[in-house]
């Protein structure tokens, strides 16, 4: 199947630092890839649309000043949390689709974040 | 808003034995529904993909049900093994054309097979 690859998989960052998460489609190019986030037992929450060329499109209450997303080729995606505080401390997931949206989405291997 | 409700109590089955997963959602029905699969620690893998005018989708030892008028999926894993413990997701896509790819996830079933 495809691959999605995410790095880093755990990064531990200082409250006010700033860190970057990449996402990239190793096997095929993504025009749009999508950005969630998990907390422990809960579902994934889609935060974003990463679009390339483009602005990314953000979903109702997410802070697009926070959570910066450049999408500048069509096999990478960033995601950057800026000023990071203890509360975005979570599990960070990327995806996209290979064959077409509305087909099976493939995921990258997810990023833990804990901000100390 | 759509709401998917997934048992949040572990389904804890003996080696060999049929699991069965629900998915209820509560508003409108989805374009189509995935079950995805997640260990700890990774991100979700994709399993099976089942649209609306479909009522059953089969893949090896897996199989879904779509049932609108119930508004539920069940997912059916046979003859389980023990390497087949994870977390299973379902995920519903809205019927709408420009928003049919944003996924609504369930918080998903964790499953355990005893050996």
């Known amino acids: 199947g495809a691959v999605v690859s995410q790095h880093p998989s755990r990064v531990i960052c200082k409250s006010g630092t700033s860190v970057k998460i990449e996402c990239r489609s190793l096997?095929?190019?993504?025009?749009?890839m999508f950005w969630y986030r998990q907390f422990p037992k809960q579902s994934l929450m889609l935060m974003a649309t990463?679009?390339?060329?483009?602005?990314?499109?953000?979903e109702q209450g997410v802070e697009k000043d926070k959570f910066l997303i450049n999408h500048a080729s069509l096999t990478l995606s960033t995601l950057t949390v800026t000023s990071a505080h203890p509360e975005d401390s979570s599990f960070y997931i990327c995806?996209?689709?290979?064959?077409?949206?509305?087909?099976?989405?493939?995921f990258g291997q997810g990023t833990r974040l804990t901000v100390v | 808003s759509q709401k998917i409700e997934q048992n949040s109590e572990a389904l804890n089955i003996q080696e060999g034995k049929t699991a069965t997963l629900t998915c209820n959602y509560t508003?409108?029905?989805?374009?189509?529904l995935q079950w995805y699969r997640q260990d700890p620690g990774r991100g979700p893998v994709f399993l099976l993909l089942?649209?609306?005018?479909?009522k059953e989708k089969r893949k090896e030892r897996l199989k879904v049900t779509f049932d609108t008028t119930l508004k539920q999926s069940l997912f059916h894993i046979t003859a389980s093994q023990p390497a087949d413990s994870a977390t299973y997701l379902c995920?519903?896509?809205?019927?709408?054309?420009?928003?049919?790819?944003?996924?609504?996830f369930g918080s998903g079933t964790r499953l355990l097979v005893r050996p």
């Open positions: 995806s996209a689709y290979k064959d077409g949206l509305n087909t099976e989405a493939f």
């Open positions: 096997d095929f190019q993504a025009t749009t």
């Open positions: 990463s679009n390339e060329g483009s602005k990314a499109t953000y």
């Open positions: 508003n409108y029905s989805p374009a189509y």
């Open positions: 089942i649209r609306e005018n479909e």
């Open positions: 995920a519903l896509a809205p019927p709408w054309m420009d928003s049919s790819y944003k996924l609504i």
